[in-house]
């Protein structure tokens, strides 16, 4: 065996290795995760704050009322999916960041991405069914006990639609905020300080 330093004392060891493919995996997911989040934010404020209010206000009832019903519906799919693969990359980026996972703006990021996830499940399985029932019973918003109960469901699919671009907002900011080069110094395994330093280069005495 030769004691001469040569180019291959220079490949990465399988440290460096594991540590590079978890932050390819780690920006992979917060991209992925920052895409989902926009097409949620995204559609959610052409749908509720430029769709909804046009189609009211040009569309006589009860057809405007279908229509956006429908529309949401449809959208409350695309909601769900977003918060799924939001959630799954939390996961991946969990798994990634090693002890970097612990850190309180990992943790504060992955509380609002449960949080985004349940507003929209919260919309999309219950408020949007339950608006669309009644719109289909031929109940208007006004001062009935039964419009009364449509309006009041309104204003609650609303509230939880701006807590969940709240929360998508500042996911993404928190996805950008915790993303870090991953560095075999961070991995769990990799805490022995009496581990030896590496040779000077050039011959070794024996």
């Known amino acids: 065996m030769s004691d001469t330093f040569t180019e291959d004392d220079l490949a990465p060891g399988p440290e460096e290795r594991r540590a590079r493919i978890r932050g390819i995996v780690e920006r992979v997911a917060a991209t992925v995760a920052i895409l989902a989040v926009g097409l949620y934010v995204g559609g959610l404020v052409a749908l509720g704050a430029c769709a909804a209010p046009m189609v009211f206000r040009m569309t006589p009832a009860p057809m405007s009322g279908t229509a956006m019903g429908a529309a949401f519906a449809r959208f409350d799919q695309i ?56 719109h289909r019973a031929g109940i ?64 070794r005495d024996v």
């Open 79 to 134: 909601a769900l999916g977003a918060a799924v693969v939001a959630l799954g990359c939390e996961v991946a980026r969990t798994w990634a960041a090693g002890r970097r996972g612990l850190s309180i703006a990992a943790r504060v990021r992955r509380l609002f991405a449960i949080g985004m996830a349940a507003s929209s499940a919260y919309v999309g399985l219950a408020l949007t069914p339950r608006i669309n029932e009644l």
């Open 140 to 203: 208007e918003r006004d001062n009935s006990p039964q419009g009364a109960v449509l309006e009041a469901t309104h204003r609650r699919a609303e509230l939880f639609g701006k807590v969940g671009i709240a929360f998508g907002i500042g996911l993404v900011a928190l996805h950008v905020f915790t993303l870090r080069t991953a560095r075999p110094e961070d991995d769990d395994e990799f805490e022995d300080d009496d581990a030896p330093a590496p040779l000077p280069p050039g011959p």
